[in-house]
Every structure is written in C-alpha cells, then in structure tokens.
Nanobody, 121 residues
Framework: QVQLVESGGGLVQSGGSLRLSCAASGIIFSIDAMGWYRQAPGKQRELVAT???????NFADSVKGRFTISRENAKKTVYLQMNNLKPEDTAVYYCNFRLKRNWAARFDDYWGQGTQVTVSS
C-alpha cells in the first residue's frame, strides 16, 4: 500500500511562515506530479501548487509570490514553504502524488490525510 504522511501544519500569526512536508511510503515505481491542495470550511478543495517530475511549478494566483513548492525525489517528499501567511490561507492542506506502483500500472492519484493550517489575524 502507498501512504502519504503530511507534517508541519499548525497555528501561526498573520505574516508568519510554515513549511509543510509530505512523504510517501510503500511500493512506488514512478512519481509524476506532486502537489498541494487545500479546503477551507464550507468551500471546495482547491489547488495550491504543483511540481512536475521535470521541476515545472504551478501556483494558484492567491499564493503566487508567497508560497514555494519543491520536491526531493530520493526521499519521495514534497515541501510547501508558506511565507507571509494570511487569515484566508486557513484551511486543511492535502498533498497529492500522481504515481504508478509498477511499470505496467497506470498513473493514479494518492492523497494525504490532511494537515490543518490556521492563520490568526
């Protein structure tokens, strides 16, 4: 089985910083894109940032210039550095890996359990 385990969430004041990590474990043949999504109360889950296997990144407009995403392939880990946090960044953050478990399999999406980020004003 594949598991994604997130860490680094918490409570921070407006203007502060947090760094989220998400590490995958289990039998994994190849990882394509890695990313972070978030869901605030009463809202749909939305994309925050993604990074492809080639290193290309994509960010939601609301976080551009404040968040950075990076990956460490040897550790099967993706990071989200969040700076200048705002109260509207408060949400549960989920990591997502698009991966295949063996050479014949298709790429499928896997999700972490979520980590709470709360930004106080």
């Amino acid at each position: 089985q594949v598991q994604l385990v997130e860490s680094g969430g918490g409570l921070v004041q407006s203007g502060g910083s947090l760094r989220l990590s998400c590490a995958a474990s289990g039998i994994i043949f190849s990882i394509d894109a890695m990313g972070w999504y978030r869901q605030a109360p009463g809202k749909q889950r939305e994309l925050v940032a993604t990074v492809t296997s080639g290193g290309s990144t994509n960010f939601a407009d609301s976080v551009k210039g404040r968040f950075t995403i990076s990956r460490e392939n040897a550790k099967k880990t993706v990071y989200l550095q969040m700076n200048n946090l705002k109260p509207e960044d408060t949400a549960v953050y989920y990591c997502n890996f698009r991966l295949k478990r063996n050479w014949a399999a298709r790429f499928d999406d896997y999700w972490g359990q979520g980590t709470q980020v709360t930004v106080s004003s």
